[in-house]
T-cell receptor, first 114, second 109 residues
């Protein structure tokens, strides 16, 4: 009963490096989301997907790309990491985007960019 | 712009009752969620309100007034494990969640 699994849990990058964060869910959810959480701020939506093969921009998409090739997986890529992207990244999934369907979150990836 | 306000930090005593307020101004409204987040962990779902009134779920209750743009989360019989951040989030007209910065609740024995 894994729910939403994120890998890796921690990562330190140098400015300019690239990396991919992986999110996998086993609940057969259609919707998946990538957020970042910074001190003193609410969760901010980076990108989201409403189904396999679809992606859409959220509130803060610049510097990130995503792909949803399989329904259960949602990948977040950092093309050229910058110190401003130091944050905790959360992936979430939900059955639908409407009504009272709650989002289920992974344990997060703590990313530091030096 | 869209805005969700909640107190940054609150302190309460074990066994007592605490009310965490949330006010919002958003483009449209399709429901309000409360989540709990322990330090270093993922947010977990607590409650959902879409109609005015009080929803009770064990020791936790959530209230909504759409006309006032206001909600509160009421925690009764506080336990040390309730020490966490409580996040208020509103589902806007585009069905995207707008999140408050969270209220850090400190429980003292």
């Amino acid at each position: 009963n894994a729910g939403v699994t994120q890998t890796p849990k921690f990562r330190v990058l140098k400015t300019g490096q690239s990396m991919t964060l992986l999110c996998a869910q086993d609940m057969n959810h259609e919707y998946m989301y990538w957020y970042r959480q910074d001190p003193g701020m609410g969760l901010r939506l980076i990108h989201y997907s409403v189904g396999e093969g679809t992606t859409a921009k959220g509130e803060v998409p610049d510097g990130y790309n995503v792909s949803r090739l399989k329904k259960q997986n949602f990948l977040l890529g950092l093309e050229s990491a910058a110190p401003s992207q130091t944050s905790v990244y959360f992936c979430a999934s939900s059955y639908s985007g409407s009504g009272g369907q709650p989002q289920h979150f992974g344990d997060g990836t703590r990313l530091s960019i030096l | 712009g869209q805005n969700i306000d909640q107190p940054t930090e609150m302190t309460a005593t074990e066994g007592a009752i605490v009310q965490i307020n949330c006010t919002y101004q958003t483009s449209g409204f399709n429901g309000l969620f409360w989540y709990q987040q322990h330090a270093g962990e993922a947010p977990t779902f607590l409650s959902y309100n879409v109609l005015d009134g009080l929803e009770e779920k064990g020791r936790f209750s959530s209230f909504l007034s759409r006309s006032k743009g206001y909600s509160y989360l009421l925690l009764k019989e506080l336990q040390m494990k309730d020490s966490a951040s409580y996040l208020c989030a509103v589902l806007d007209s585009n069905y995207q969640l707008i999140w408050g910065a969270g209220t850090k609740l400190i429980i003292k024995p």
